[in-house]
C-alpha cells in the first residue's frame, strides 16, 4: 500500500541550530512529495515540493531531496527561527487513482 | 485573489444527526479534495471532486458523501453522525489538470466538528 511516515515530535531546538525532519515512504507508482506546515491556529499551506525523484524542493530556507533509491524526503533547514515553530507534514501524492497521504506531523519549537 | 473558504467554521451536532460541510474553491480551481484531520487518525483522504465528478474516494464509510456544483463549490455531507466523527475538516483546491498527484492543493481553514 501507500504510506508515509515521518519522525515523531515533538521537536524542541534552539533558533539557528540545524533541523532535520525525517520522512520515508512507501509507493506503488511513481509519487509526488510534498512537505506541508501548520502554524499555530492557521490552515496548511505548502511549503515545498518535489515531483520526480533527484529532485530538490526549497523554499523560506528550507530543503528537501526526493530520493528513490531511499525512499526519503527528509527536510532540513541549515538555522531555525522562532518563526519556524509550527508542525510540519510530509505527504505523498499519486495521480494514478488521484491518491493523496499524509504522515503524522511533526511539531517544532524553537526557543529563542 | 480570495482564498479557500470554508463555512461554519465551527458546529456542534449530536449522534444521529447529519450536519454539511460547506467548501469555496480559489477562482480558477476546478479540483476540490476533503480531508478529515484528528489527533490520533492524523490528516485522512476523504474524496476528490473535479468537474461535477468524484474521482476517487479514501477509505470511509457512505455516510460520508460530498458533490460539486458547476461553479466548483463542494460540499460535504456526514449522515448519522458518530462521536469519532469529531474532527477538523479540511477542503482543499487546486487547478485539477494534473491530478493531486502534481498539482499544488491550497488549503482552506477548516470546520471544526464537534458531535456530543
Known amino acids: 500500500g501507500n504510506s508515509v511516515t515521518q519522525m515523531e515530535g515533538p521537536v524542541t531546538l534552539s533558533e539557528e541550530a540545524f533541523l532535520t525532519i525525517n520522512c520515508t515512504y512507501t509507493?506503488?507508482?511513481?509519487?509526488?512529495l510534498f512537505w506541508y506546515v501548520q502554524y499555530p491556529g492557521e490552515g496548511l499551506q505548502l511549503l515545498l515540493k518535489a515531483t520526480k525523484a533527484d529532485d530538490k524542493g526549497s523554499n523560506k530556507g528550507f530543503e528537501a531531496t526526493y530520493r528513490k533509491e531511499t525512499t526519503s524526503f527528509h527536510l532540513e533547514k541549515g538555522s531555525v527561527q522562532v518563526s519556524d515553530s509550527a508542525v510540519y507534514f510530509c505527504a505523498l501524492g499519486l495521480n494514478t487513482g488521484n491518491q493523496f497521504y499524509f504522515g503524522t506531523g511533526t511539531s517544532l519549537t524553537v526557543i529563542p | 485573489k480570495a482564498g479557500v473558504t470554508q463555512t461554519p467554521r465551527y458546529l456542534i451536532k449530536t449522534r444521529g444527526q447529519q450536519v454539511t460541510l460547506s467548501c469555496s474553491p480559489i477562482?480558477?480551481?476546478?479540483?476540490v479534495s476533503w480531508y478529515q484531520q484528528t489527533p490520533g487518525q492524523g490528516l485522512q483522504f476523504l474524496f476528490e471532486y473535479f468537474s461535477e465528478t468524484q474521482r476517487n474516494k479514501g477509505n470511509f464509510p457512505g455516510r460520508f458523501s460530498g458533490r460539486q456544483f458547476s461553479n466548483s463549490r463542494s460540499e460535504m455531507n456526514v449522515s448519522t453522525l458518530e462521536l469519532g466523527d469529531s474532527a477538523l475538516y479540511l477542503c482543499a483546491s487546486s487547478l485539477g489538470t494534473s491530478g493531486v498527484g502534481t498539482d499544488t492543493q491550497y488549503f482552506g481553514p477548516g470546520t471544526r466538528l464537534t458531535v456530543l
Open positions: 477562482s480558477g480551481h476546478r479540483s
Open positions: 509507493a506503488t507508482g511513481y509519487p509526488s
